[in-house]
């Protein structure tokens, strides 16, 4: 019975020892692969291009190929692990190897579906203009605004690092005259 109630008070002393440090440890965050900073620079470089192209005046020659571009490096930071894929299921068709994204999806996912479809409805305006006239200017700025903000987004809940020079802004654009 001594035997039994010693070997129990180690195995006790044995579990507490083991189990206190790590549970007061902080949970490390998950490391991004080493590709990431420089796709998140490419992205930043891409959004100054297309900012610059689309205002004060559009270029929609020169916007164009941004586009793709920008939905390009969505797929390579989704291919290289820095963002989580949208889970899909289709039967009988084997996935790609890929690098597995381990960071916060709940929190991620729903940014980098927002961050698709903000890049697809603007090319959708600069591409969609009616008739080869240039896009609503108005429209443009919003999309633009409200892409910037989703690539904040993206930095923050992702756990992407910042691109060197931050990301670009809108340039102020001047005032409507209204006449009197």
Known sequence: MKKTITALSLVAALFT?????AASASPAAPELPAACAGLVTDLAGKLTKTVSSLLPLPNVGAVTPL???MLNLVTAMQSSGCLPTPPVSVPGVPLPAKAEY???VDQCLPVVLNLISTIAGLGGTVLGAAGGALPDVGKLTGLLTTLLKTVTDLLSKCGLPAPPGGLPTLP?????VQNS
């Open 17 to 21: 020892a083991s189990t206190i440090p």
């Open 67 to 69: 586009i793709g571009d």
């Open 102 to 104: 381990t960071g916060p």
């Open 172 to 176: 102020g654009l001047p005032l409507p």
